[in-house]
């Protein structure tokens, strides 16, 4: 061989070379990224031309993908969009998916590693590929009660059987229609977008498990859990004045109902929301075992549930005057209402979190199960005996307090009301979170916004009634 053909082959051998290597990076380092790329056609055009599985409530489909003809053989359809799409999220050619749409999304389109035999069979068979149905533990009832109760408000409510982590109603409102960003006519998914995201209540938002907010007085059972845990019992005094000056700084904390004294039991302090009381409460206990018994709850933790969710957070570097506030919900402190959920679901569950779950199980189109949750125990926040005195504070709360809104005639109820200011420019926002003996749940209910007076915004008038509404919808 001559010099310059010997060049030349030298030349094409590393050009070669680069190609394959350049091939093997993409087919084994990038496949997943490209894959998973919201702008690449191809894989989206190859999407919306599988038979895309369920997502059921019971034997009911809130989700399916029903066929067509034209380009894209099947189009997804959400039967009753308006109750089911804080759940389901969305399915859009042009803006990627949520909610179940989202983290389920491989064993919806039947692409999971698990379900890796049957496409090898249907290839073979030349039979069209299916993907798995997702089963649900939601309630129909519990659901549709806690959006028939918000109405209009924007807000939030979930509830969660406190014994097993399964979540039955989880709403964000408003709710919107996700067949609009499902549609194939691209122009029309288009205009639908720009109209839901330009809405001043910003329906695509969900405020059950994906945004945090301050938790008001919802937090007194954080810092009553880290007092019980402390060896303070609930006849344990606290000194509640009218105005309790905050250290280092000149300003004060007030009260907003009558705590019953200047000094008063911590069940007292609880019963009436006293906010001077758990100011105390914060000084005394201080900072740090604020922010452990908050991180047993799961603040500062990466969310467990089974679809996207925010991390609720505890400040870690507090003043002293930041940790009376903050022991009253205030300052920093931000949770999500899956959050706080959890804190009423650990306290009625004997001091027990359970892992909070909305699917129960995967199933191929065979009815064989690829995947299930089972009921799982995720930590111990607070003793028995803490969380015993706690369920009995936040049923004389229900009984004799703030909390008497959320009252069911024949039905054992605990709860604790949260009214959280946030600016000077805004209402503050209502929550209630509680549980019942019977069905045994936790239900947190939260409006961000009611659209009334600012005096008339409590978690007792606005946030218990549908708290009220959920558990009656569950007996």
């Known amino acids: 061989m001559n ?34 790329d919201t702008s690449n056609r191809r894989v989206r055009d190859a999407e919306f031309s599988r038979n895309r599985g369920a997502i ?16 894209f053989p099947y189009i997804r ?17 042009d803006y990627a998916r949520s909610g179940l749409e989202h983290t389920y999304n491989q064993e919806l389109a039947g692409t999971s590693s698990g379900q890796s035999v049957g496409r090898a069979v249907d290839l073979l068979t030349g039979r069209r590929s299916r993907g798995a149905n997702i089963s649900t533990t939601l309630n129909p009832a519990a659901q549709a009660a806690a959006v028939r109760a918000l109405g209009d408000q924007r807000g939030a409510v979930v509830a969660m059987n406190y014994e097993t982590g399964e979540i039955l109603a989880l ?13 194939v006519d691209l122009t029309a998914e288009r205009e639908a977008w720009v109209e839901l995201l330009d809405r ?3 329906p695509l938002k969900n405020r059950a498990v994906r945004e945090i907010y301050p938790p008001g ?33 000149n300003r004060s904390m007030g009260n907003s109902t009558n705590c019953g004294g200047t000094r008063v039991s911590l069940e007292q302090a609880l019963k009436t929301s006293c906010n001077t009381a758990f100011g105390n409460l914060g000084l005394q206990l201080g900072a740090d075992k604020l922010l452990e018994q908050a991180e047993k709850f799961g603040f500062n933790q990466e969310p467990t549930i089974d679809m996207t969710a925010a991390e609720s957070v505890f400040p870690t570097e507090l003043d002293e005057a930041q940790t009376a506030l903050t022991a009253i919900g ?66 004389a709360t229900v ?77």
């Open 3 to 36: 010099g310059p053909i010997r060049k030349v082959t030298v030349f094409v051998s590393l050009l070669m070379a680069a190609l394959l290597l350049n091939l093997t990076w993409i087919a084994v380092v990038r496949a997943d990224s490209l894959n998973e």
């Open 56 to 71: 059921l409530v019971g034997n009911q489909p809130i989700a399916q993908s029903v066929p067509r003809g034209g380009r």
């Open 77 to 93: 359809s959400y039967p009753q969009p308006e109750i089911w799409s804080s759940v389901t999220g969305w399915y859009s050619y």
């Open 171 to 183: 709403v964000s409102t408003p709710t919107y229609d996700p067949n609009r960003l499902a549609t």
């Open 200 to 202: 001043p209540d910003e």
């Open 217 to 249: 007085s919802t937090f007194k059972l954080v810092t009553a859990a880290a007092a019980l845990e402390d060896g303070m019992v609930p006849s344990t005094e606290v000194d509640s004045p009218d105005s309790l000056p905050l250290p280092n700084s």
């Open 330 to 395: 205030q300052f920093d402190v931000a949770a999500s209402p899956l959050q706080i959920v959890q804190v009423a679901a650990a306290i009625a569950n004997d001091g027990v979190l359970m892992r909070p779950h909305v699917v129960s199980s995967v199933t191929n189109s065979d009815l064989t199960v690829l995947s299930s949750n089972p009921s799982e125990r995720l930590s111990a926040p607070l003793s028995p005996s803490s969380a015993e005195h706690l369920q009995q504070m936040m049923i």
């Open 399 to 475: 009984e004799d307090g703030t909390g008497r809104p959320a009252q069911i005639d024949g039905a054992v109820v605990g709860g604790k009301t949260g009214t959280a200011q946030t600016a000077p420019d805004r209402p503050p926002y209502a929550w209630f979170v509680g549980f019942a003996e019977e069905p045994k749940v936790a239900v947190v209910a939260f409006v961000e916004d009611a659209d009334v007076e600012r005096n008339d915004i409590s978690g007792g008038r606005l946030a218990a009634p549908i708290f009220k509404a959920v558990v009656e919808a569950l007996r």
